[in-house]
């Protein structure tokens, strides 16, 4: 377990993560839920993601220009801060459609802080270490999510949306703390803008398109849970299920930790294999106790999966004659245009189709799990 934990910027990035994870599992795992449950139709919640993600997208650069400044926790602190607003209105449902247009700026803004990990991993974590580490970090965020799933399910049923709100909060700003041990300074020797997306009109990297390709996961990853919330039509049973399956990530992960820093070409050839089958599972079967079933083990090797490919992603950054903190940007800027352009297509399309648009959603991850492997091994070569 040396290897872990050596450095005590790892275990800080831990528990950094566990709190963001644990104040982030109303918006990650239950977002797309309250909003259904809160009266708003499934074309318009596609149309709310979409945006919001435009507007991470065009923020994101603000991380190197912010932490150039101020550095990277108090960016953390900033985007922590919207990502609490879009707590409160999450839980007070009543005002949401008054409030659309802050509720999508606030979520929005969230995003300022997403190259954050990446960056913290390309200056901390050694190379020989990245798959044992990138497993540990998803314990951790698992970890977080299931016990807050557990806090977030009982604040639901029980409507004690103060006391969830509070908690919610606090781990949200314990993770500026812990994120604030191992701080720096990002250098910005350029416009972050300009230089952003000069890289992503110009550049032919696949590390863009591997990014931009993630975008069917991220869809994927937030729209799953409504779809079993759809077909049980029992938030405590949807809520049951969401926390064993959390639970039984934690072996999945662990394992392929080790394994990627043997072999990441195998590792990733493996649970793209996997993760293509599982997905394919929900387009085959409309049995509620089979869909309950795959959800969990979706859920599994989307963690094992997520550490295998963020692993690759990350020693492409290490590796890079780039700014790793100017590559960070870029990838989740590429994502969220991307995002931007799918969810809207989408939310057109549920407009005709209804709950359909699940197995489109559902079409997409797979081919972009196929894409992904293929530049992956191509950028590899390289």
């Known amino acids: ?21 644990f104040g982030n599992a109303l918006i990650e795992t239950f977002g ?13 919640i596609l149309l709310i993601y979409g945006l919001r993600f435009g507007i991470t997208g065009i923020c994101t650069p603000l991380f190197v220009t912010i932490s150039a400044k101020i550095g990277i926790a108090k960016c953390v602190l900033l985007s922590n801060i919207f990502s609490i607003v879009s707590a409160y209105m999450m839980l007070d449902g009543s005002d949401i459609y008054r409030n659309i247009v802050i509720f999508i700026l606030a979520m929005g803004l969230m995003g300022i802080s997403n190259p ?5 991993s390309s200056k901390y974590v050694d190379t020989e270490y990245r798959g044992r580490f990138n497993s540990f970090l998803g314990i951790s965020k698992i970890a ?11 604040g639901v049923v029980t409507e004690n949306n103060i006391i969830l709100f509070s908690i919610i ?7 500026y703390i812990f994120i604030r041990k191992i701080d720096y300074k990002v250098e910005d020797n350029t416009s972050a ?6 890289y992503i009109l110009k550049s032919k990297s696949r590390y863009k398109i591997i990014y931009a390709y993630r975008t069917n996961h991220i869809i994927e990853r937030q729209f799953v849970p409504l779809y079993l919330y759809v077909v049980l039509k029992d938030f405590q049973l949807f809520s049951s299920v969401i926390i064993v399956s959390l639970l039984l990530q934690i072996i999945t992960v662990a394992l392929i930790g080790k394994y990627s820093d043997k072999n990441i070409t195998k590792a990733n050839q493996l649970v793209t294999i996997i993760k293509t089958i599982v997905t394919g599972v929900f387009l085959c079967t409309k049995n509620k106790v089979v869909i309950s079933l795959n959800k969990t083990l979706n859920d599994n090797f989307e963690k094992v999966y997520e550490t295998s490919i963020q692993t690759s992603i990350q020693n492409i950054i290490r590796e890079s004659k780039e700014n790793n903190e100017l590559l960070s940007a870029v990838g989740q800027m590429s994502l969220c245009f991307t995002e931007v352009i799918v969810f809207s297509i989408l939310a057109i399309m549920a407009t005709f189709m209804g709950k ?3 197995y489109i959603i559902f079409v997409l991850s797979i081919v972009s799990t196929i894409a992904i492997n293929l530049n992956i091994k191509r950028a590899s070569k390289k």
């Not at 977080?144 to 009982?154: E, Q, R």
């Open 1 to 21: 377990m040396k290897e872990y934990f050596y450095k005590k910027e790892y275990r800080y990035m831990y528990l950094a993560k566990v709190s963001y994870s």
């Open 32 to 44: 797309t839920v309250m909003l259904y449950k809160n009266g708003i139709q499934i074309w318009l």
């Open 116 to 120: 954050s990990g990446d960056a913290l």
């Open 144 to 154: 977080g999510t299931a016990i807050a799933s557990c806090l977030v399910a009982w």
């Open 169 to 175: 909060a606090i781990f949200f700003l314990l993770e």
């Open 193 to 198: 803008f300009k230089a952003s997306m000069e």
């Open 356 to 358: 359909s648009v699940f």
